[in-house]
T-cell receptor, first 116, second 109 residues
């Protein structure tokens, strides 16, 4: 089966510019996650979708970050404007969440963002 | 204090050595995940377990629910095992995972 696909793989932008990341989850997975991972740290959740509904966006900096998952399949994460501190790896993951339990998460390869 | 603590943070081993990475957590969980992350960012799920022990090839994961502790063992380690190993816990009705900071393993030939 095809894995979680993310693009772009790398992105370098100047601060104050906008940037967008795209994720296509594994077919049939109803839950999609966006994580941010700083160097030497574990991933931190930004937003979790169940189908097209954002069920946990408490950690998403809503003044500059936005996300959408139209039709409950692929998703985009946007930052506008980007700040130096946004430099990180942005990971997308998907799983099948049923009955209160997750199937193992499948991660994409991530987008490494560098803000200069 | 983090809800998920891993030890050691960094580990260097010689090829062939038996390796143990530990994970302790302070919250009630529905399942614990062990993940592997190679340089470049890709994360692979190794195990998901809620009790007992699982084995896959040279990898063994154990969990003690009463002690809130899990271990990941690698037998006959190889340089290709060099990666960051991350412990993460799932909390029942919450679909999110809480991640540890990872253990960076380097296996020297």
């Amino acid at each position: 089966e095809a894995g979680v696909v993310q693009s772009p793989r790398y992105k370098i932008i100047e601060k104050k510019q906008p940037v967008a990341f795209w994720c296509n989850p594994i077919s049939g997975h109803n839950t999609l996650y966006w994580y941010r991972q700083n160097l030497g740290q574990g991933p931190e959740l930004l937003i979790r979708y169940e189908n097209e509904e954002a069920v946990d966006d408490s950690q998403l900096p809503k003044d500059r970050f936005s996300a959408e998952r139209l039709k409950g399949v692929d998703s985009t994460l946007k930052i506008q404007p980007a700040e130096l501190g946004d430099s990180a790896v942005y990971l997308c993951a998907s799983s099948l969440f049923l009955g209160g339990l997750n199937s193992p998460l499948h991660f994409g390869n991530g987008t490494r963002l560098t803000v200069t | 204090k983090n809800e998920v603590e891993q030890s050691p943070q960094n580990l260097t081993a010689q090829e062939g050595e038996f390796i143990t990475i530990n994970c302790s957590y302070s919250v009630g969980i529905s399942a614990l995940h062990w993940l592997q992350q190679h340089p470049g960012g890709g994360i692979v799920s190794l195990f998901m377990l809620s009790s007992g022990k699982k084995k896959h090839g040279r990898l063994i994961a154990t969990i003690n629910i009463q002690e809130k502790h899990s271990s990941l063992h690698i037998t006959a380690s190889h340089p290709r095992d060099s990666a960051v190993y991350i412990c993460a816990v799932g909390r029942g009705s919450q679909g999110n995972l809480i991640f540890g900071k990872g253990t960076k393993l380097s296996v020297k030939p």
